[in-house]
């Protein structure tokens, strides 16, 4: 989330939430009602009774609870920043969508009224309606790595079938498509717009409990281990270690972090709900693009503080090399010299008291040369020194 300099503080938020409703102010900060009120409990600012804005609206005038001060004699920062203006036009323009889709969104037709089924709720009844393929240890049909990702007993397939074609068709007119990620058996809902997906699933309450034999399952143990001394090619009969109760109750989930679901109820079923859940997703939708978005931020953020660093600590690396041959050079350069006027001495006390000869002529132009060689502002080599390290024979 981009943020603005600086936090509100505790007083402004108080005079916020005692102007408009928390369910207004909290957009703001891109929080839902609940968040902001949470926080105003946790800094003791306190919220406007339930039926204050009605009160309001019907013209009465309302007293402010105070703000009561805090034991601390500091100021306590709320943390909290608005959104820029383009953030709040954009979740705008969401709930505006979002209130759309669920105005627009029909319960779920009878059978006898239904419609064709989507092309890919068409493919999953056939595949999940098969007879054979389904694992014994779980009455749960399920090929997310083939179709639509629905896990559900075959008794509750019809209705899962049904939620699933009306909820698709009411998000592709709205700018969505479904897709099926083979490779990692999941169902994703992508929004065209930003290219935003979120995995999708439906799923069925399936309690499972500890299989107790039963008194026909013991005789056919018995039988099997009377007989199988005698005939080795019959089989050990299959008795399942837990049974599985099927209870109709389907659950929608959607997106992982963030993520929502919807499930069924004892009062309201998902076929009645299916506008909230329409809209919860387009609402879904934008907050994860919108994480997407800070996340991106958050990574282009530090992909800079690395280069920084990297260069930073780049040209100091480079900065000390330099500067430590720059000692060298200075050190072979005062050397050099000490070199040549160690050789001038010698040649003149050698003259001083004539002691001048071929070999000390020799000894003195090598030094002399050697100096040279070391001297970093004379460019000559060394017929010996600067010549490759000779190779050890093999053997030696």
């Not at 408009?20 to 009120?37: F, M």
């Not at 969508?97 to 089924?117: D, G, I, Q, Y």
């Not at 699933?164 to 709205?174: A, F, G, I, Q, R």
């Not at 717009?193 to 013991?218: D, I, K």
């Amino acid at each position: 989330m981009q943020k603005t300099e600086k936090s509100v503080d505790r007083e402004t938020l108080y005079n916020e939430v005692w102007t408009e409703p928390v369910v207004v102010v909290a957009p703001r900060y891109g929080l839902s009602d609940v968040g902001l009120a949470k926080i105003c409990r946790s800094l003791a600012i306190p919220l406007p009774s339930r039926g204050y804005w009605a009160k309001v609206k019907a013209g009465r005038i309302m007293r402010r609870v105070p703000l009561p001060e805090l034991k601390v004699p500091w100021s306590v920062p709320t943390r909290l920043v608005k959104l820029p203006t383009e953030q709040l036009a954009g979740r705008e323009a969401t709930r505006k969508r979002a209130t759309r889709v669920r105005k627009e969104t029909a319960l779920v037709p009878l059978p006898e009224a239904a419609s064709a089924p989507h092309p890919l709720v068409l493919a999953a009844s056939r595949r999940l309606r098969k007879r054979h393929g389904w694992t014994e240890s779980s009455p749960l049909r399920s090929a997310p790595n083939e179709v639509l990702n629905l896990s559900v007993t075959k008794g509750a397939l019809d209705r899962a079938l049904a939620i699933t074609d009306s909820l698709v068709k009411v998000l592709v007119k709205h700018g969505f498509a479904f897709e099926i990620d083979v490779e990692n058996r999941v169902t994703r809902i992508k929004w065209l717009e930003t290219g935003t997906t979120m995995e999708f699933s439906l799923t069925e309450h399936v309690p499972r409990t500890q299989h107790v034999v039963t008194p026909a399952e013991e005789r056919a143990q018995k039988r099997y281990w009377n007989r199988s001394r005698l005939d080795s090619s019959m089989s050990y009969p299959q008795i399942p270690r837990y049974d599985f109760r099927p209870t109709g109750i389907l659950t929608i989930q959607v997106g992982r972090w963030p993520s929502k679901s919807w499930k069924d109820t004892p009062k309201t079923q998902l076929e009645r709900r299916l506008g909230e859940v329409a809209g919860g997703i387009v609402t879904l939708a934008q907050e994860t693009h919108a994480k997407e978005q800070e996340e991106e931020r958050r990574k282009a953020a530090h992909r800079r503080a690395v280069d920084q660093y990297e260069f930073l600590t780049t040209r100091r690396a480079n900065e000390i090399r330099r500067f430590e041959q720059l000692e060298t050079q200075v050190s072979n350069w005062e050397q050099a010299a000490r070199l040549r006027a160690y050789a001038e001495v010698a040649e003149q006390r050698a003259r001083a008291f004539g002691q001048i000869t071929g070999e000390l002529e020799d000894w003195l132009a090598w030094v002399r040369a050697k100096a040279d060689w070391l001297d970093p502002l004379v460019l000559v080599s060394d017929s010996i020194l600067d010549a490759p390290e000779p190779k050890r024979p093999l053997g030696y």
